[in-house]
């Protein structure tokens, strides 16, 4: 767990923060109808300091309070106990107070729970009423209100917030309700905006940006003494397997958070590969870069063997081009099957060099290091030139034995003519599950036998570490761009490569498909 350093707290704003949290009820299983029982570390490392740190006026110093935490840590009853004392017990006359989330569901999970509070508290309900249908909580008294509104529907205009609850604030699509509250605080006093989340998957998110800045306050990198992050995560090179490293990452573990139900979570991940970026996202806070990734990366490093590029001359060798956008990075991969079923592989890639300090912001990646070490050519202007990548061809023809060069049928016409034209075997290959299951299932299996040298490509792995497949009703898989969340261009063209060879290996011995079949992972 990582919190920020501390101002000094105001012991009487603290405790009636606390006082206020603790009268409530709890509305959920086993503890329902008993008063609130803040735990040690939510007092100590969020309410205390929220409320307790006040500036020279007597005002909150904090404007935003970033609280990222795994599931069932108490996340929502929190919140609600928050928002509660936010709408109705703040100071604030005509106070408006908002639960937000990216849809009506989980908007309305913070509101229901804070609804309850109120009817089961005669102090509240005396004063307050709960219009249910509207998702909107009324003290006349005061004139204020605590309404829930999501991403799916909400007027943008009309907004006067005095604190907004952003719950699950990964799962936001886009900035648009968060900008729209955000700047409707001006007129405010105090405002607050309370962002409690689990970790994303989308490095380009609202999310991420309030992540990365949380840490950066964190580290000291960045001073704002009106944030207040709070972080319990996993670090990233953390064994996930370890209990201690759980119990680092929840705090509520072993009260409202069962050490079993982590145990047999752990265990399904450990058996399903799949499974284990959703185990490591929600139970230990992670940021991962897909909510399934299919391949194993532990066991794709294990194949960086290096490559030696003196035994390659002459040898046969399938290419896999994937084209992509000509704005975007396109790659060409080379598979170089061997008589002991093992295959060595070459991935290059391209980019538009005008486009490229753009991307690298965006993807959060380092092309231009990438260019310098060679993995990545950057072609002049703002679209990919695709004479770099007929001269690359030619070049690694004069060098290997290149068979067939397999490309995407969309959108490389004139390059595949011009290919042809060129003297190479040229074979259109759709992306459909019918051409790309049996291929990509192959990888799969190839890479967990430690029958691949890729000789650690590091835009490649970065493209491994993005992937997420599709699967049929059947059982048959491909790589799936949308649900992928970054660039898999490496992979798609290794994969298409890989299926030429497998295809071609009866010319080095018997087809494997042939022999052994395809392997349902």
């Excluded at 006040?54 to 929502?76: H, I």
């Excluded at 900035?175 to 998957?201: C, N």
């Excluded at 230990?284 to 490093?301: F, G, I, T």
């Excluded at 959108?411 to 040229?426: P, R």
């Amino acid at each position: 767990m990582v919190t920020a350093v501390r101002s000094a707290i105001n012991k009487a704003a603290a405790e009636r923060a606390v006082r206020f949290i603790e009268a409530l009820r709890q509305t959920k299983g086993q503890w329902a109808g008993q008063r609130l029982k803040l735990m040690e570390w939510q007092k100590r490392d969020i309410i205390v300091p929220l409320f307790g740190t006040l500036n020279a006026d007597g005002m909150r110093q904090y404007r935003t309070c970033y609280v990222e935490l795994p599931r069932k840590n108490g996340k929502s009853t929190l919140a609600a106990g928050v928002a509660n004392l936010l709408a109705f017990a703040d100071g604030e006359m005509g106070a408006e107070v908002y639960s937000a989330a990216s849809d009506r569901d989980q908007a309305s999970l913070v509101f229901n729970e804070a609804a309850s509070m109120v009817k089961q508290s005669p102090a509240l309900s005396r004063h307050m009423k709960v219009i249910e249908s509207q998702k909107r909580i009324i003290n006349y008294t005061t004139s204020s209100f605590y309404r829930a509104i999501s991403a799916e529907a909400y007027s943008k205009h009309g907004f006067n917030a005095h604190a907004v609850i952003y719950d699950e604030l990964h799962a936001a699509a886009d900035r648009e309700l968060w900008d729209v509250l955000r700047t409707s605080m001006g007129a405010r006093r105090q405002p607050l905006m309370f962002v409690i989340t689990t970790a994303g998957v989308d490095r380009n998110s609202i999310c991420w940006e309030m992540h990365d800045y949380a840490l950066k306050v964190l580290s000291g990198v960045v001073e704002d003494p009106t944030f207040l992050p709070v972080i319990y995560a996993a670090p990233d090179d953390a064994d996930w397997k370890d209990e201690k490293v759980w119990a680092a990452a929840n705090p509520a573990l072993g009260e409202f958070r069962a050490l079993d139900e982590i145990r047999m979570l752990a265990h399904q991940a450990a058996e399903t590969p799949a499974f284990e970026m959703t185990f490591r996202r929600l139970y230990l806070n992670q940021w991962v870069n897909s909510y399934e990734r299919w391949m194993p990366l532990d066991k794709w490093d294990a194949c960086g063997g290096l490559v030696d590029m003196d035994s390659l001359k002459g040898r046969p060798g399938y290419a896999g081009l994937d084209l992509s956008a000509t704005t975007d990075l396109t790659a060409l991969g080379i598979d170089f099957p061997r008589e002991d079923s093992t295959h060595d592989i070459l991935v290059h890639f391209w980019i538009p060099a005008d486009t490229m300090r753009e991307k690298e912001r965006k993807d959060r990646v380092p092309y231009s290091e990438w260019v310098r070490q060679g993995y990545i050519t950057a072609t002049p202007g703002n679209v990919i030139d695709y004479k770099s990548i007929m001269q690359y061809l030619v070049e690694a023809r004069e060098r290997f034995d290149i068979r067939e060069v397999a490309f995407d049928r969309w959108g490389a016409t004139k390059l595949s003519q011009d290919l042809i034209d060129a003297g190479f075997v040229m074979v259109p290959f759709g992306q459909g599950f019918a051409s790309m299951s049996a291929p990509t299932k192959e990888l799969m299996t190839l890479v967990l036998g430690g029958k691949v040298r890729h000789g650690g490509n590091p835009v490649l792995r970065w493209n491994v570490d993005n992937i997420v497949v599709n699967q049929d009703p059947a059982g048959n898989l491909k790589p799936d761009k949308a649900r992928s969340t970054q660039r898999i261009d490496g992979v798609v063209a290794l994969i298409m490569a890989l299926d030429r060879a497998t295809r071609h290996a009866g010319e080095l011995g018997p087809s494997v498909y042939e022999s052994r079949g395809v392997i349902t992972i």
